[in-house]
């Protein structure tokens, strides 16, 4: 439930309001702005006597949101949420650009990589140093070192770095050395992580789950808000169908859908969506034509011999005539790119 306040509600008026909800145990979620007071209710609301609320004069609106979720909830929180990485802002206006390899191979690797998408216009660069592989044969990252190449890479370059944590006992490490902590798609139910992460302040880049509802990817989101990290980004990586042409099934649809039930920003990986470096740049270009606040992409100095999704993984150069055309589909959509 929200209850939305006259704008000239007094202070304490509201301050009585949110202490007899409380005192109900139920906790109060506030949104202030311009325009708006917004007290979201968490927990039990059976207990409130609406009829009571209802006659108050200070209160505008009561509204029933009927959705599990709440804090990621666009009722609760009325604007789109802007996101802060350094220099960097992704939301609203702002679309950000995430690249680079799929895996950190070597200091000489994502120097070279993270250069290339800079002078492109990347605005962060991404690489794995804890790969999540299907296979226990596959090649599963390079490690504690990928870490330390991409910070020199973020000193180096000037770019924001994003790499995914795969475990709870890497927490600190990655709070202490990464601008922006992936959670892949397999962790997206790992639900003691996502806890942890909600004890945290920096900002999250959550992964669609390979077979996740629209709603259980925001209750995903839900659980890192409740613990009190704002700083959420989504991403749609692809879902599992019957079609095995491609890797996943680039569900674009859930773009507007989740900007219009969230208030988060949401991007899209093209990537591991299709499986297919052709099948990247056309789907990057419809991302930003739906909404999306972001592409992240696979990109590689030599595919064929990367260790890790190189069939997936496009050229820098092919990178750099994307960044072309997505920046024209930003300009005539309005936003800043
Ligand atoms: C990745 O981004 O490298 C990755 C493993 O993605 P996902 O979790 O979406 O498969
Ligand atoms: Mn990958």
């Known amino acids: 439930m929200i209850i939305i306040m006259q704008a000239q509600a007094s202070e304490r008026e509201i301050d009585k309001i949110k202490d007899s909800i409380i005192s109900l145990g139920c906790e109060v979620n506030e949104y202030q702005n ?8 968490l927990g039990d609301t059976s207990k409130i006597n609406i009829d009571l609320l209802k006659g108050n004069r200070s209160i505008d609106k009561i509204v029933y949101v009927n959705e599990p979720y709440k804090k990621v909830n666009r009722l609760f929180h009325p604007e789109d949420t802007i996101i802060k990485v350094l220099d960097k802002t992704i939301g609203k206006d702002h679309i950000a650009i995430i690249a680079g390899p799929c895996s950190v191979e070597s200091e000489e690797q994502i120097l070279e990589i993270g250069k290339e998408v800079k002078d492109a216009g990347a605005s962060f660069l991404r690489g794995g140093a804890f ?17 330390d190449y991409l910070k020199k890479a973020r000193d180096i370059i000037g770019l924001p770095i994003v790499s995914e944590l795969m475990s709870v006992h890497m927490l600190d490490r990655f709070v202490e050395d990464v601008d922006i902590i992936q959670v892949g ?13 909600g004890r945290i302040d920096k900002p999250i880049l959550l992964k669609r789950g390979l077979s996740a509802t629209i709603e259980e990817f925001l209750m995903a989101a839900e659980y890192i ?4 990290n704002e700083n959420i980004i989504l991403c749609e990586r692809g879902i599992r169908t019957f079609e095995n042409y491609t890797r996943n099934t680039l569900d674009l649809s ?10 988060l920003p949401i991007i899209v990986d093209p990537s591991h969506a299709t499986g297919l470096w052709w099948l990247v740049e056309p789907l990057a270009k419809a991302a930003i034509a739906v909404g999306a606040d972001g592409i992240m992409i696979e990109v590689h100095n030599n595919p064929s011999k990367a260790l890790c999704d190189g069939n997936q993984s496009i050229k820098t150069e092919r990178f750099a005539s994307l960044m072309k055309s997505l920046k024209e589909i930003a300009r005539i959509e309005n936003r800043i790119l």
């Open 34 to 41: 311009q325009n708006h007071r917004i007290l979201g209710l």
């Open 131 to 147: 790969k999540p592989r299907t296979s226990p044969y596959s090649f599963q990252g390079i490690g504690d070192s990928a870490l």
């Open 185 to 197: 798609t397999r962790n997206m139910q790992n639900y003691d992580l996502l806890k942890e992460l």
């Open 225 to 228: 808000m409740l613990g009190g």
């Open 254 to 263: 859930a773009i507007p859908i989740i900007k219009k039930k969230s208030h």
